[in-house]
Every structure is written in structure tokens, then in C-alpha cells.
């Protein structure tokens, strides 16, 4: 089951607060989908995500986040 | 406990620290910790813990606002002098933080006061001045078993230490006999430098975050020694000792992150 997170109007570094607790609510393995705006949101995000071993693909403006 | 919107952002550059968590800041929410002294390390121990989110600090002080406190203990002002310090601090930490319960007691931490003193806390943060103090707080933390981190500083000199009782060295351990009074020049001989004490107290406050989150390893089992005004550093293992008279019998704490 992937949880969803529209965080499109949320500026850095507030957007990976979120991101980063709402992972935290998950399961390893379970999946976390997150719009984000444009720009250095949809950059910062998943290089975030990224460093905290996370697996991370991007479509679009979404970000979609396995968990370790 | 959950962390609402304003929380999320007041503490959002802590919380994208990979080190950091939203469990961790929760923990430090449902946390009390008391600070014994707001003086020159209660300063900022007191603001980088409520600073942080400690969600409930006790700030004791028997003592007034001199001018004389003014060139380093920074949670006075000039328009304090005369007021108790442990008020004057509490009122400062409010303004920082509402989130943070901040009580003031205007008293000296002794044998007979201390147990019911630390009563709720999770951690104490000694930030006196005396070796006398030292001894009376870590004596009354071994006996409940209560974290506590030991700070002190004298001239360019000083040192922390974190005690978990039970489990590593307690003051007493590292230092079983107090120095000869005369041997010991007091604050007010030796002088200190406001920086020094900002250094020492900042390390204090560090400590006491990582005792409350488990978020990194605290200085259990080793001294942190600074000289120089913090420009030289020197870790010195320490262990339990047998048979010390303050934590030899005291049982694992029950609760450690």
C-alpha cells in the first residue's frame, strides 16, 4: 500500500520535515508517494531522501519513496 | 504526543538532521530536565535545551542578578539585577520558547531538598559553581538513579562529564575526594571568561540531549577536559569505581534510550 502526501505549496526545508516524518510512521519496505512544486523542492527532496538510504524515483513533480 | 504545525517549524533545522527524528523530538517534548545554577553555564543550557524542546525545564537558583554576572550569564539583563536568577531566567525562557513549561525554583540544592527536587526529571544538568554542589548533586542522582551531566568551568579551564547511574562513572568515582578547600581558587579568584563558560555550557546542553534521544553517544566513562578556552580538548577515560559510596549500590536506571 503506498501512502500519499501533497506537500506542493510547502518550501524547503519544511516539505522534507514532512517527508522525513511521515517515513518514519512507515514500515520498511512500505511506499510513500510525494508532490512537491517545482524547482528546488522536486530537487532537494528526493537528494534528501536519498541520502537517508532511502530508494527514490521521480515523476514528474512526484516522488516516489520505498523505505529502508 | 504528535507535533503540531508551529513545532514542525520551530524545530524543523534540528529535524532534518539525519541524526534527529520526529521520535526524538517527541521524546524530548515528554521530557523534564532540571538545571541546577543559571549562571554562566545555566545560560546556555537552559536556552539551547528549551531552544531544542525540552518540554518541561526546572531552573534552580538560591541567588540574585548582580552586575557583576552580567559579562557572561546571558539570559540576565542589566534591568534583572536584584531579581532572583532562577525567576529571571525562567521569564527569558518563556519568551523563547512558550512551548517549554519553565518553573523557577529560588533555592540551593542540599542533601535534605534534593530528592524532592529532581522528583519528575529525566536528566539534571549540574551548572554550579562549587565543588560542594557537585558532590550533594551527584550523591542525590545516584541515589534515585537520575542521568545527569557534570559541567564545570574555572578560568580558560573545563570539563564535562555524563553519569548514568548504575551503568558508568559517577563524579564520585572520577574524583572520590573533594580538593582541600585552599587548594581551589573560588570563581571569583581565578576569574572566567564569559566564552569559556558559554563553551562548557554549550557541551553541557549537547550532552543533555543526547542523554534524554539516544541520538548520538554521550561522555559516559570519559571526561571531556578544555583548556586553553576550549581551543585544546582532551578526552580522559574514567570508570566505576568499587565500593564508591555514591553509586556502587544504585541499579541500572530503569529507563535509558
Known sequence: ?????D???VPCP???VRTKLALESLEPGEELSVALDDGE???SVPRSAREDGHEVTV???IVNIVKR | MSLSDQELERYSRQLVLPEWSGAAQEQLK???VVVVGAGALGSPVATYLAGAGVGRLAIVDPDPVELSNLSRQFLHFTPDIEMNKAESAAAKISFLNPEVIAESYPARVEEDNAASI???ADVVVDCTDTFESRYVINDACCAIGLPLVEGGVLGLAGMVM???PGESACYRCAFPTPPPDDAVPTCQEAGVLGPVAGVVGSIEALEALKLLTGFAEPLTDRILQIDDGGTTQLLVRTSRRDGCPACARVPAATQSP
Open chain 2, 118 to 120: 529532581f522528583l519528575g
Open chain 2, 30 to 32: 515528554s521530557a523534564t
Open chain 1, 1 to 5: 500500500m503506498t501512502s500519499t502526501l
Open chain 1, 14 to 16: 519544511m516539505n522534507w
Open chain 1, 41 to 43: 523542492p522536486i530537487e
Open chain 1, 7 to 9: 506537500l506542493t505549496g
Open chain 1, 59 to 61: 515523476q514528474g513533480n
Open chain 2, 162 to 164: 555524563s553519569i548514568r
